[in-house]
Structure formats: structure tokens, C-alpha cells
T-cell receptor, first 113, second 113 residues
Framework: DVKVTQSSRYLVKRTGEKVFLECVQD?????MFWYRQDPGLGLRLIYF???????EKGDIPEGYSVSREKKERFSLILESASTNQTSMYLC????????????FGDGTRLSIL | DQQVKQNSPSLSVQEGRISILNCDYT??????FLWYKKYPAEGPTFLIS?????DKNEDGRFTVFLNKSAKHLSLHIVPSQPGDSAVYFC????????????FGTGTRLAVRP
């Protein structure tokens, strides 16, 4: 079974802080993704990565950056947290090659005060 | 611009009856479609998928139907069980996008005992 692990289930930070969300997958997947989920808006793609040190912007990259130094680890960084970044953050991975499902972690509920 | 639409935010069904969840899309380049189920405080779980070369795919109680001319897909759950109560997301992948998905906004299914 694919295991995608997000480092924190719940996180509370203050505005202006730099926030790191970590994600690790154990299936040697090529692709990794970061989403945020908000009520009524579904899942929106923030950034994704097809390979180590590669990153691509998703639909809502503003205010975020990512890092993929190792194949199994994909980090999401909030450079200067703001209250509108309070959300559920979901990490996913997939094998690559097209027509492959993504497998998700359990999410991090992030609150910015 | 919402390329994948789930127009029913919620659905309530009696246990044992059929649940039908609907999804419409606008992008004719989508060639792979997926359904995910999400329980509160958990990540989405992959349920079933269908390629655009098919019009039906079955897996146990779950069947997905694809009508390419109408740009419509549906998920049928028969018979519905209380444990099926969750939020269901429809997702679509564009040809050659490398597993990158566009998600709908979700439908909350409640199965009444």
C-alpha cells in the first residue's frame, strides 16, 4: 500500500511566520503534489514536482514555494503566513507516466492567527 | 473557470438504494477521470477511474459511467451503505499532463440507515 505521510495533522502559526509543511512518500513515486482544500472550492493545486529539484506552479502558487531535494520528500513553504492561508493542506504522490491515480496523505489543518 | 463541476453539493439516500453522483466537465482534452472519497480529517482515497476510451467501469458496488459527447460522468453506488457517507470528488486528467488532476468541488453523500 502507498503511504503518504504529512508531518503534522494540526498546526497553529502566527501571521508573518515562515511555515514548513513536510510530506514523505514511501513508494518511489516520481510525482508529488500539494493542494489546499477549502469549503465549496474543492481541491486546488498549489505546486507539483515531476522529479527531484523540479517544480511546477499549479493554479494558486502565490504566497507559497516548494522544495524537493530528495525523491521521497516534498516540502511546502509559506514564506510569510497570512490569515487567508488558513486551510487544509493535502500532499499527494503518483507513479508518473500518465493515467495513474494520486495517493493522498491525511492532510495538515493549518490555522494562521 | 471551473473545468470540472459537481453541481450538487449534497445528496441524501436511503440505505440499500442507489446513489448517483454526477460530474460535468468542459475541457475536451481530458482523457482520464477519477472519483475520490473523503472522510472528515482524512485525505481523499482513490475509488475508481475510467479512461476516455471506455464508457463504463465497474468495481464491486461502484460503477462509473462516461458520456464523452455530453462531457458528463457519473458514479453509481449500489447498494448504498451508511459507511459510504462521505464527500465524493470527481477529478480529470488532461492528456499528456503527467498525472496532474483538476478536481470538482465535491458532493457530500449521506446514507440514511
Amino acid at each position: 500500500d502507498v503511504k503518504v505521510t504529512q508531518s503534522s495533522r494540526y498546526l497553529v502559526k502566527r501571521t508573518g511566520e515562515k511555515v514548513f509543511l513536510e510530506c514523505v512518500q514511501d513508494m518511489d513515486h516520481e510525482n508529488m503534489f500539494w493542494y489546499r482544500q477549502d469549503p465549496g472550492l474543492g481541491l486546488r493545486l498549489i505546486y507539483f514536482s515531476y522529479d527531484v529539484k523540479m517544480k511546477e506552479k499549479g493554479d494558486i502558487p502565490e504566497g507559497y514555494s516548494v522544495s524537493r531535494e530528495k525523491k521521497e520528500r516534498f516540502s511546502l513553504i509559506l514564506e510569510s503566513a497570512s490569515t487567508n492561508q488558513t486551510s487544509m493542506y493535502l500532499c499527494a504522490s503518483s507513479e508518473g507516466g500518465g493515467n495513474q491515480p494520486q495517493h493522498f496523505g491525511d492532510g495538515t489543518r493549518l490555522s494562521i492567527l | 473557470d471551473q473545468q470540472v463541476k459537481q453541481n450538487s453539493p449534497s445528496l441524501s439516500v436511503q440505505e440499500g438504494r442507489i446513489s448517483i453522483l454526477n460530474c460535468d466537465y468542459t475541457n475536451s482534452m481530458f482523457d482520464y477521470f477519477l472519483w475520490y472519497k473523503k472522510y472528515p480529517a482524512e485525505g481523499p482515497t482513490f475509488l475508481i477511474s475510467i479512461s476516455s476510451i471506455k464508457d463504463k467501469n465497474e468495481d464491486g458496488r461502484f460503477t462509473v459511467f462516461l458520456n464523452k459527447s455530453a462531457k458528463h460522468l457519473s458514479l453509481h453506488i449500489v447498494p448504498s451503505q451508511p459507511g459510504d457517507s462521505a464527500v465524493y470528488f470527481c477529478a480529470a486528467e488532461e492528456e499528456s499532463s503527467g498525472d496532474k488532476l483538476t478536481f470538482g468541488t465535491g458532493t457530500r453523500l449521506a446514507v440514511r440507515p
